[in-house]
């Protein structure tokens, strides 16, 4: 599919949808190829970028308050990815962002939702806004 996505992409159909086969749901060859593809666009989270290659994507976030909310049951993970090191390797490139890993957690953690709001609620609180501006006190 991602040679299709390419092809497409080259014959100028990049905002054309993909084949049902591609993803369940509707996605252009620019958009699959960007998450897809090997250094493709948005291939920012892929086990098998080397740390440079991670730190080059992510590193620009490491002067900011960042936390990487992690779905353990990412249906989209491969089952040979160690994911516990993945979410370890993901923080580092950021510079230390906070891990927050959502056992059980399905892709768009529509089956744990209170726990990554939760998550996200006490990230807010802790790591954002102080004094006049903090719409928490």
Not at 11 to 16: F, T
Request: one cysteine or more; charged letters at 30%; proline letters at 5%.
């Amino acid at each position: 599919m991602i040679d299709l996505a390419t092809s497409m992409i080259k014959e100028g159909l990049g905002s054309d949808l993909m084949p049902k086969e591609a993803d369940p749901s509707p996605i252009t060859a620019y958009r699959y190829n960007s998450l897809c593809a090997y250094t493709g666009d948005d291939d920012m989270f892929s086990s098998d970028l080397n740390e440079h290659q991670l730190r080059m994507r992510l590193g620009h976030m490491s002067s900011t308050p960042c936390q990487v909310i992690f779905s353990m049951d990412d249906e989209y993970v491969p089952e040979y990815v160690d994911k516990k090191a993945l979410v370890e390797r993901l923080c580092r490139a950021m510079g230390g962002a906070e891990k927050v890993e959502i056992e059980y957690g399905n892709h768009s953690l529509s089956n744990r939702v209170q726990e990554a709001v939760q998550a996200i609620i006490d990230f807010v609180k802790r790591e954002g806004p102080k004094g006049w501006d903090d719409p928490w006190s």
